[in-house]
């Protein structure tokens, strides 16, 4: 009989020092999530005036060509939540900040009607040369006519590569490692069970280093150059959802937070 009761009472006991370590390495983890989504990244878009360069409106999530210049909406304004979770990213294009960035018609003012979704730009702002895994889904293009999403990514083969190339597919690209990839990924998916997935670092702590994720046509990226709407207040907007590889020192935070713990119960 004693010893059955002391094995319930040793086993309250560790009952109690497991749910004890469970509480502070949940608190360490919120901790480390919390330092994660700190990262400085932004996220900003690069849209191509085709309509002002002479080119067709052949619509919404179609290939739009490659004429006009490219500006920048809300350059580096945005910032870009990496917490794991998925979150809505909007670019309104009435009243927007632009900037010119590459191109003949690039001048600082978003001309036509209508355009192509160039690039996703992705600022390194925080300097980390950790990797960060991006996802997309929905990508939509909407004004006051109606709204259409193009990019839910549910009828391309898993590892497609589609609507976008990889970070270090574009020469602008800043410092990024080699082994980028992107394609489509059946794992997880806003809505739907597909979304676009993107993987990549910097070999370098620079603040400027940055990744173009570009819409341009090669090696044999599916569906490139999709046409979006400039006109009748019109925005851009897709979901969105980021990790980043914790920094050594945190993870070694981590280790050292397991082992005071595992301590401080054998004295």
Known sequence: MELTQ?????AIIWVGVFLRIMKKLLWISATLALAGSAMAWQ????????NAAGGLDVGVGNNGGTAGGIEWINLDQTT???DGAWHLYTWNFTGATVTGFAGGTANG????NYGVLE???????????NAITLWID?????????STTFGTFEGYANNAVARFQRANFSGS?????GGATAGVDGSTAYSGSKSYKFNWSHTTNATTNWARLTSGAGGGLLDPNSMVRLDGNARVSFWAKA??????????ALGLGIAALLRRRRK
């Open 138 to 146: 929905d990508v939509t293009s909407a004004n006051d006519a109606g």
């Open 243 to 252: 990790t980043v590889v914790p920094e050594p020192a945190s993870m070694a």
């Open 119 to 129: 690039n996703i730009r992705v600022r390194n702002n925080g300097g980390t040369t």
């Open 173 to 177: 690209s800043t410092n990024v490692a």
């Open 80 to 82: 870009l939540i990496t």
């Open 109 to 112: 003012t978003l001309q036509g």
């Open 6 to 10: 002391f094995g319930v009472r040793s």
């Open 43 to 50: 996220v900003s878009l690069g849209i191509r005036e085709t």
